[in-house]
């Protein structure tokens, strides 16, 4: 009986210890340049859902399309349908690993520069990509950060000859995501 009650108290430890390897965020931003010097086009989205498992360093985001906000209604409306094609397309996606996380300690307050690799899905189209980031641990929180260059074409998004001058052929994307404890 003595010998249940430990076992069973050092598996509710264990979880527990395990649980608090695990981080979310539903306030995530990210944000975009696609424009040229002709004309601002950029947009921010301020709610990316996002996980972060520090025990194994997967990590997934997910980006409502539709989510983005822009400086004119417009520029929104001829994303989300020329470009974006939002209703088709209502996500983007990145599931992935932080490759160096044996470089990184959550328990530790810092800075720890990251490498992620992963599957990047936008318009449907996966794409595995590399990229650097930074994570900055503060107490029970993790505020991670990267950005990185999308072509356009990589991800089958035409640019319609009428506006090639002013949308350029990459985007500029970054992302910045508060981590907390998920409970």
């Known amino acids: 009986m003595k010998k249940t009650i430990i076992l069973t108290l050092l598996i509710c430890i264990a979880g527990f210890a ?9 306030t995530g931003k990210a944000w975009f340049d696609a424009g040229t010097g002709m004309e601002d086009i950029t947009g921010t989205n301020k709610s990316v859902l996002s996980v972060f498992d520090a025990s194994t360093g997967k990590m997934q ?51 720890y520069p990251v490498l992620v690799n992963g599957k990047l899905t936008i318009h449907g189209v996966e794409k595995q990509i590399e990229t650097k980031g930074i994570f900055k641990v503060s107490g029970q929180s993790i505020d991670a950060s990267s950005e990185f260059i999308v072509t356009m074409d990589d991800y089958k998004i035409a640019i319609p000859n009428v506006v090639k001058d002013k949308l350029s052929k990459t985007a500029k994307i970054k992302i910045n995501c508060n981590y907390s404890i998920l409970k």
């Open 18 to 26: 395990n649980a608090q390897t695990k981080y979310s965020t539903k």
């Open 61 to 111: 985001f997910k980006i409502t399309i539709k989510a983005f906000e822009f400086w004119s209604a417009l520029l929104g409306e001829h994303f989300n349908e020329n470009y974006m094609e939002s209703d088709k397309y209502p996500f983007s996606t990145f599931s992935g690993v932080v490759t160096n996380m044996d470089k990184v300690n959550v328990a530790k307050d810092g800075t």
